[in-house]
């Protein structure tokens, strides 16, 4: 029996994917940013003058414009990953409420197991004393 239902997997799936292009966005506007601002650099190597102040403003322009976007982008992101992570505190929540013993037998083995593992460091301790 699979824990996550498939529309679990199905709403996780497609919060991957988002993320993916999310982020494929955000390196895509960089790599034009980087061609955009070498660009530029280029055409202000002989200006002067009002031409100079022009271009440092479409400079400028740019980089604002590119801080917007990758920030829209991130924001994006960012609330993906909230939302993936409320869903999951909810299954939790449910599968809890729904299989308590299951749960509560998961917690006890891995306790009486951890309690082993320790207890036996332990002993080895006393022994060696």
Avoid at 27 to 53: C, P, R
Avoid at 101 to 114: D, P, Q, R
């Amino acid at each position: 029996m699979s824990i996550l239902s498939h529309t679990a997997k199905a709403e996780l799936k497609d919060a991957k994917n988002d993320i993916k292009e999310a982020s494929t966005d955000i390196a895509q506007e960089f790599k034009g940013f980087v061609a955009d601002i070498e660009s530029m650099i280029k055409e202000t190597a002989s200006l002067h003058g009002d031409d100079l102040a022009r271009a440092q403003i479409k400079i400028n322009q740019r980089i604002l414009s590119a801080k917007q976007h990758i920030s829209k982008a991130g924001s994006s992101i960012a609330h993906q990953a909230a939302e993936q992570t409320r869903k999951a505190a909810v299954r939790t929540n449910e599968y809890v409420h729904e299989q308590p013993w299951a749960v509560i037998g998961t917690g006890a083995l891995v306790s009486f197991v951890l309690g082993l593992l320790l207890g036996s460091g332990h002993r080895e301790e006393i022994s060696t004393k």
